[in-house]
């Protein structure tokens, strides 16, 4: 039984290294945002502030 569930995780571990690594990332970060709701607003916001200092700086050149 226990040598059943290893080899069950193990499949799903190489499935999971076949996969696009990009994919998984952003699954995983949706994840964790849907999860912590103020960390995803954090984010949010400063990701809103540093495109707004960017902004600014790209239109001051």
């Known amino acids: 039984m226990d040598n059943k569930k290893y080899a069950h995780r193990l499949g ?3 499935a999971a290294s076949q ?3 990009g994919s998984g990332l952003v699954f995983w970060f949706i994840e964790i945002i849907s999860m ?5 607003a954090l984010l949010l916001y400063m990701g809103g502030r540093i495109g707004c200092i960017l902004f600014v700086l790209g239109g001051n050149r």
Request: aromatic residues 0%.
């Open 12 to 14: 799903l571990k190489n």
């Open 19 to 21: 996969q696009d690594l």
């Open 36 to 40: 912590i709701p103020s960390l995803g």
